[in-house]
């Protein structure tokens, strides 16, 4: 018997997004299809943002993009403010919430559950508003710790 993939069974997902469903109710809707899982958030509240900030979380039973080897359901692919400047951003315009080569216990994971990624999203849509508001690519500040970029570990 092949084993359904994580995206797909209940063991998985319900407690992974148990505490945020708790928290934010129907404001966070899941669409699984084959081989994907997304969770769409209608808009976060983000201190210095006039609106909410909706997010899109993306997992994949077989990611194509480097997931650095990391299991896949550790490394979801996370959209917010699409297109807007930002120095941690990935290529596809996906947020960069963390260094992949980090052990666990400075990284976020998949045991950590959804309300934890979108904790840390809503920071990270945070400290890009503020790095823009205070000089962007010209001297802006980035208000959190941060890692370089490139990963020694990709075999790129």
Sequence with gaps: ??????????VWTLPFQRDARRHYGDEITVDL??????????????PGRDRTVPVTILFEARPLYDTYGLAARDYPRVF?????????????????????GDPPDRRW??????????NLTGDHVFFET?????????GGT???PEAPHGYEGSPR
């Design 1 to 10: 018997m092949i084993p359904r993939w994580y995206g797909a069974d209940p």
């Design 33 to 46: 299809r084959r081989d994907r899982l997304i969770y769409r958030h209608s808009g976060l509240e983000v």
């Design 80 to 100: 917010a403010d699409a297109g807007l400047e930002s120095p941690h951003r990935m290529p596809d315009d996906g947020l960069c919430l963390f260094y992949p």
């Design 109 to 118: 994971t998949a045991e950590d559950g959804l309300l934890a990624l979108l």
């Design 130 to 138: 503020y790095w823009r508001h205070t000089g962007g690519h010209r």
């Design 142 to 144: 980035w208000l959190a």
